[in-house]
C-alpha cells in the first residue's frame, strides 16, 4: 500500500541554480541525485525533488512521488481499486503498460481528484 511508503514532493523552479543554492547552500540538505533539469535532496529520511520548469507550476504537474520497492505491484494493487496510471507517447515521455524508464528510476503517473497527479516510483 502506498500509505507504507515514503511521501517525496516535487517543486518546481525556474531557476535550478538558485534553487540549489537555497537548498543545498542554505538550508544545507544533501544532494541525493543531481542532472540538468532536477536535482534530488535528502531531509529526515525523506526526499525532495526540484525540477526546472520554463512556465511554473502548473495543474498538470506532479505533486508527490511515492518511493516503492516494486513498482509494478503497486500499480497492480491500485488497477485493482479502479487506478490505471497514465500512458504517454511523446518525445519527452513514453511509457509501457503505464511505466516510464527514467534512467535512474521507472515511473508510473495518475491523475488524483482535484487534478493533482502523483507518481508512484
Keep these: 500500500m502506498l500509505s507504507d511508503h515514503p511521501l517525496g514532493p ?4 525556474t ?6 543554492a537555497f537548498y543545498a547552500g542554505t538550508l ?17 529520511g525523506t526526499r525532495l525533488t526540484v525540477t526546472t520548469s520554463t512556465v511554473g507550476s502548473k495543474d498538470e504537474q506532479t505533486k508527490a512521488a ?9 500499480l497492480a494493487e491500485l ?3 479502479g487506478v ?18 527514467r534512467g535512474s528510476v521507472w515511473a508510473a503517473w ?5 487534478s493533482e497527479r502523483a507518481a508512484p516510483r
Excluded: C, F, K, Q
Aim: a negative charge.
Design 110 to 114: 495518475r491523475w488524483w481528484p482535484e
Design 15 to 20: 531557476d535550478l541554480a538558485a534553487s540549489r
Design 10 to 13: 516535487v517543486l518546481l523552479t
Design 66 to 74: 511515492w518511493r516503492v520497492e516494486d513498482l509494478r505491484a503497486e
Design 79 to 81: 488497477a485493482a481499486r
Design 28 to 44: 544545507g540538505l544533501e544532494i541525493l541525485e543531481e542532472s540538468e533539469s532536477a536535482i534530488a535532496y535528502a531531509s529526515g
Design 84 to 101: 490505471i496510471p497514465e500512458d504517454y507517447d511523446t518525445d519527452e515521455l513514453r511509457t509501457e503498460n503505464g511505466i516510464a524508464d
